[in-house]
Every structure is written in C-alpha cells, then in structure tokens.
C-alpha cells in the first residue's frame, strides 16, 4: 500500500495544517480527525522520520505506555521496544486510522493572509488553512564543532549503524547519550572505538541536565589533562546534539527565546498558541520534549483548537 499524496489541494480552504508526522504530528492528526476537522499534516521526510534514523534495533528509553498511540497497543517483546517495533506501531497507526497524510513534501514558507488565514507553501502544493500546528522536531540543524576537518567525508553528524567499521578505527565525539550508546554499538560489534568526552559530561550525574543514562555508562576511559592527544580514525561520529529550524516560525513574526542551549519559540503553556494567534507549536522544540509529551499535548490542544474555530464560525 502507498502512503503517498492522500489530500490535494482543493479549493476548499482547511481548518488546520499540522507540519511534521513525528509522534506530535501523528497525534495531533488523531484528535484532528476526531474533532471532524478538516486536516492535512505535511511531511518532509517519511512517517517518523526521526525514529526512523534512530540507530538500527536501538531500544527506546521509553516504556510502551510512554511511546504508544493507544493504550495497549504496543506490545514489544521485550520490556521496551526497539525502533522497529515502535515505527511498525506509528505506522499501522497511521494506516488503520486513514489519517491525511502528505509525506515527501517539505513546508517551504507560511505567510499570514489576514487573521485566521494562512497560506502554505510546500515542495509540491499551496494550501490555505485557518491555523497552523508546527511539530516540526528539533532535529534540523545537527550541531558542528566547527572545527578543520569536519567536513572530510569520513566526519558523520548522525550515527545508524556500525557494521561498516569492523575492524577500524572509529572516534565518537560527544557527551550525551545517543555519543556513548553509539560508541557501545561500534565497539560491541568489532570497531576499535574512542570516545571522546568532557571531563564534566561524564562526571553529570544530573538528568535534568541531560546526564546520559546509567545502563549506558558501561565504558572505560582513557583521559589525559592538558595534552595534545592524537587519535587514529577511519571514521569520526560528531554526535553533539541538534537544534529545531526556526526559520518559518520567526517569518511568520513568533517571537523566541534563547535557553541555554537551545533557542525556543514563545508559547501560551495552556494552549500552546504562539504570540501569532492562529499559530500553534508542540513537540520536541518545545518545553514538552520528550515522546510522552510529543503525544499528550496534541490531545489536550487541538479540541480547544477545533472549539476556536467553531466559535469563529457562529460569530
Ligand atoms: C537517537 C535518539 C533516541 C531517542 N530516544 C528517545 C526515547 O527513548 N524516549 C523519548 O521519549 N524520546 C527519545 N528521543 C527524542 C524523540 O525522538 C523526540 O522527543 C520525538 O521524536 C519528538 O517528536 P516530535 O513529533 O516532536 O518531532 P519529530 O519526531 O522530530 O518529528 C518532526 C517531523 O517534522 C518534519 N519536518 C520538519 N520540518 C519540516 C518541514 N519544513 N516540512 C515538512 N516536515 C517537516 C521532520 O521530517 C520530522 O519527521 C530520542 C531522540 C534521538 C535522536
């Protein structure tokens, strides 16, 4: 079966466009069509794009209850599901709910016609709609250490599987857990793996400040103060982190703030309603960044989203 172009562009304006199919996109597709709303979620890339670049037969953090579309619905065989498990679980989701999916198409530009009215402009189509929901992630812009050598063909910025570099040299740069899980992966299937970490990210304890996790602190370390080291590679992972693109959003006149890493939209935290009314974020780019999250403000947002828009219709 294709998942294709299931909506085209009618003259028929819609109630809502929801920009990204990730757990928030999906979910809010739910409740969209649950309100009877008039929907379309625009996807770049394919459903779950980033599960779907998750490392190969990675388990999830994450316990079913906290991943899954309905309750029970996902039943990994182990205590929680690999990424295969869980893109099968999103997927059929989307299949047996019919949702209006378009994936291969990229959001290029939103611009405000007049109040409650939006054009979209897309890689293949334009659509008028009456609110806009980003779930677009925060996976856009992987971070660079900009430093010489880092575009050499051999530096990746995402890591999906290890198999190529049996028996290499593999370098993994990074102080989080997706750096140390991939340095584990390289290293248990026969690369000659480093990582390369700050003294302080290890020694993090913190989850709240993105410490890795306990289960994947299993490593030995190699540490040297103050001296050059030169370390052999065939293969360089950068895994440093990402950030959300922004750029439409900031177009359309949101305003954002810096954090300490990362820059945020601006958000009503009852409605998720940017100071652009009308425009609406969830997902991992917000303070709700987790899967959990992703899937849960969906449902609580878009019945008050679908209740504006009726008041707005017997106005
Ligand atoms: C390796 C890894 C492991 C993780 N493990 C866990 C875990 O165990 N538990 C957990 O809770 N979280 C985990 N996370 C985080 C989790 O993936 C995110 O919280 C989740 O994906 C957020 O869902 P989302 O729908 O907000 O964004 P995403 O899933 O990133 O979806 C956003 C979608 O928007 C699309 N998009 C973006 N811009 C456009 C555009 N202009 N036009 C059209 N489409 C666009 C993208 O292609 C993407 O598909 C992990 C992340 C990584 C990278």
Redesign the pocket.
């Known amino acids: 079966m294709e998942i294709g172009l299931l909506w085209s562009p009618m003259n028929e304006p819609l109630d809502l466009v929801i920009?990204?199919?990730?757990?928030?996109?999906?979910s809010a597709a739910y409740a969209a069509r649950q309100e009877g709303l008039r929907y379309l979620v625009?996807?770049?890339?394919?459903i779950?794009?980033?599960?779907r670049?998750?490392?190969v037969g990675?388990t999830?953090?994450?316990t079913p209850n906290?991943?899954e579309m309905y309750e029970g619905a996902l039943r990994p065989c182990r205590e929680k599901p690999t990424r295969e498990e869980l893109l099968s679980h999103y997927i059929h989701f989307v299949l047996d709910n019919d949702l209006n999916i378009n994936a291969g198409?990229?959001?290029?530009d939103v611009q405000q016609l007049e109040p409650e009215r939006f054009l979209v402009h897309?890689s293949k189509h334009d659509y008028e709609a009456s609110r806009i929901l980003f779930?677009?992630?925060?996976?856009?812009h992987p971070r660079y250490l900009n430093i010489p050598g880092e575009d050499l063909p051999k530096v990746h910025h995402l890591f999906v599987e290890p198999y190529a570099y049996i028996r290499k040299d593999a370098l993994v740069v990074g102080g989080g857990?997706?750096a140390a899980?991939a340095a584990l992966f390289l290293s248990e299937e026969g690369a000659r793996t480093t990582l390369a970490i700050w003294r302080e990210d290890w020694e993090n304890r913190d989850p709240k400040a993105g410490a890795m996790k306990h289960w994947v602190r299993s490593l030995t370390l190699t540490t040297e103060e103050g001296e050059t080291l030169t370390i052999t590679n065939d293969v360089v992972f950068v895994l440093i982190g990402?950030d959300a693109?922004l750029t439409?959003l900031k177009k359309l006149g949101v305003t954002t703030e810096t954090g300490k890493l990362t820059e945020i939209p601006l958000y009503d935290p009852e409605t998720f309603e940017t100071n652009v009314p009308g425009v609406y974020v969830?997902?991992?780019?917000t303070h709700a960044?987790?899967?959990?999250a992703?899937i849960d403000v969906p449902r609580r947002i878009v019945p008050l989203i679908a209740q504006s828009l009726r008041a707005g219709a017997t106005k």
């Open positions: 920009i990204g199919a990730g757990p928030a996109g999906l625009i996807e770049k890339g394919t779950a794009d980033t599960i670049l998750y490392p990675r999830l953090f994450s906290e991943l198409e990229s959001v290029l897309t779930a677009i992630g925060a996976m856009a857990n997706s899980e990402s693109d439409l969830v997902g991992h780019f960044r987790h899967i959990k992703a």
